[in-house]
């Protein structure tokens, strides 16, 4: 059983030691203090990312070559691994992610634990709990409502889907 309670606790205070008050969040600065080495590389066709360890030192990889909020998500999700499932890295070397949180993905992620977990925690880190409550100041997002959905999404840099995914996975 993917542990989604512990992914989010681990995002939550990985963003907490980064004293970050407004969105959004800065994801490269975050990994950079968290000591992980993140490179940003053309990659082919729906690679998305990767994690793995090397000489002792987590190391990231992202698709240069994709939009900036897609980027965003792939490496929270990276950091997620190298955060959470460091153990497995260690053992099983790189972990290649293609197509994170795509629509046609959903449903491949299911079968994941670690997947499952590792979305979690991007979802908590872009978009942690603190800055999504002062910005939804008390209200519901109606995602009929697509201008405020934009709106949000805007505000914390992500995709819409990356915000659906984070307010209806609960
Ligand atoms: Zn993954």
New binding site residues.
Partial sequence: MADKERARREALRLFETSAVKSAPVPLDRIARAAGVIVQYAPFDGEL??M?FIKNGHPMIGVNSLHAPTRKRFTLA??L??VILHRHVLEVSGV???KG?LRRDSLTSEGT?D??IE??NFAAELLMPEPLLAAALDGRNLDFEDEEAVQALAKRFNVSATALQYRIQRS
């Fill in positions: 998305s990312g994690s999700h990276e997620g691994h972990h290649v992610d994170i994941d670690r997947e590792a979305n």
